[in-house]
């Protein structure tokens, strides 16, 4: 008679596997708004990557897509905000990632004040601060606010000194852009800022899956 030898098969309890799955959203949010954003940077007739924005991609006849983009990557970090809370990150981390997620969210909703030429007809200065544009920068001014300070909690748990540099960078390039009215040498240090930020969301989010 021969013995037949089943080897035992890793399996993740419902609870676990929910959780992992929020935390996935946090490894999908930044790649998706980056690849999103770009790719309508580079297809949309007068967009220029150094005077321009990419919250000003919500302008126009395609702008419906960056506004969808926002929501979407915003809805994505806020599930992965609960993943955090869930994973034993902490409550506040979790809810400053969240409220982070909500401003993104917020920031698609309110659309940023055309301007610089785009769109096409858009006058080439800044335009006039109307009441969704600066509903658009407070929603994710303050969401930008939280995420530093999330970034600066959570570098007690993950990567200590690129969790604070990350932080330091992203609320510079911040604050660079607002006190220089959207000079081009801050729109591209606020970009690179931008990209850097996701980055750590991204990474922050592998990790926690793994853990």
């Known amino acids: 008679m021969n013995a037949t030898v089943t080897a035992p098969v890793a399996t993740c309890a419902p609870e676990e ?9 946090g490894m999908l949010a930044g790649p998706f708004y980056v690849a999103v954003s770009v790719g309508q940077g580079i297809l949309r007739d007068g967009f220029d990557f150094g005077r321009h924005a990419w919250s000003m991609l919500a302008n126009g006849p395609y702008g419906w897509i ?27 981390a979790a809810s400053l990632v969240g409220v982070f997620g909500a401003g993104t969210v917020g920031a698609g909703i309110f659309r940023a004040d055309p301007g610089r030429g785009f769109p096409e007809g858009a006058p080439e200065g800044a335009a006039e601060a109307s009441l969704h544009g600066m509903l658009h920068f407070v929603t994710s001014g303050v ?3 939280c995420l530093v300070v999330a970034m600066l909690l959570l570098a007690r748990r993950f990567a200590p000194g690129a969790s604070r540099a990350v932080a330091v960078v992203f609320l510079a390039g911040f604050g660079c852009m607002a006190a220089s009215g959207g000079a081009a040498w801050s729109i591209l240090l606020f ?19 793994r853990r």
């Open 66 to 92: 960056q506004s969808a983009n926002l929501v979407l990557t915003g809805l994505m970090v806020m599930a992965f905000a609960v993943g955090l809370r869930r994973n034993g990150a902490g409550k506040a």
């Open 17 to 25: 596997a929910v959780t992992r799955s929020l935390l996935g959203y």
């Open 191 to 209: 970009t690179g800022a931008v990209i850097l930020a996701w980055g750590w969301v991204a990474a922050l989010a592998a990790v926690e899956y």
């Open 143 to 145: 969401g930008f606010v």
